[in-house]
């Protein structure tokens, strides 16, 4: 299905209107950003550790959010607690996958920096993958791929994590709007459009 930009500027925020507690792993992520980006500051070893914490961070917390836009979209009632236990059981495969796709993004940047950026764009999806789709941490990684490039979804989410990425150039508020469309856009896209 085609991915449709209107909508997902939209759609997601009534789903999260009427859903409100889809917030709480958002306001977990902006939390953690916000005490791991202090932490940076220490030193470089500080700096590593912490773009690791919130990379892995990241990953757990949109395959919670993608969990619970996929209750919802089954009609199911919407449990937070539910939800966390599903995402939790996978915490291992979550954390081998933030270490792949790191690994991976890293090795495209040292590349010339567009290489890590494409990378970048066709694994984004992966976590949702592993959880909605319940498949293997390779298995993930193929269904993103295959999922940016199905049909004209390419531009859409180009487009889309340009917006995404422009909005967090805004000084001081910019970072945490794009952390609160990243964490809402991303799961809901994968869960609408990836059937």
Do not use: C, H
Request: proline share 4%; aromatic share 14%; net charge neutral.
């Amino acid at each position: 299905m085609r991915i449709k930009l209107g909508d997902v500027f939209t759609e997601p925020f009534k789903i999260v209107g009427k859903n409100p507690i889809i917030l709480i792993p958002v306001f977990i992520g902006i939390i953690l950003t916000l005490l791991f980006d202090a932490i940076r500051f220490i030193g470089p070893i500080a700096n590593f550790l912490s773009s690791i914490v919130i990379g892995i961070s990241t990953m757990f917390l949109i395959a919670w959010i993608a969990i619970l836009f996929d209750q919802y979209k089954k009609g199911e009632k919407i449990d937070l607690k539910n939800s966390f236990s599903q995402v939790n059981q996978l915490l291992l495969d979550i954390i081998v996958l933030s270490i792949v796709v790191g690994f991976l993004i890293s090795l495209g940047t040292l590349a010339y920096v567009i290489p890590g950026l494409i990378l970048a764009l066709f694994l984004i999806f992966s976590p949702s993958a592993l959880v909605v789709d319940k498949l293997s941490v390779t298995d993930s990684l193929k269904r993103s791929f295959s999922f940016v490039f199905n049909g004209e979804n390419f531009l859409q989410i180009f487009l889309l994590l340009l917006v995404i990425f422009l909005l967090g150039m805004i000084p001081v508020v910019g970072l945490y709007l794009s952390i609160i469309l990243e964490f809402i856009l991303l799961p809901y896209i994968y869960v609408e459009y990836s059937k």
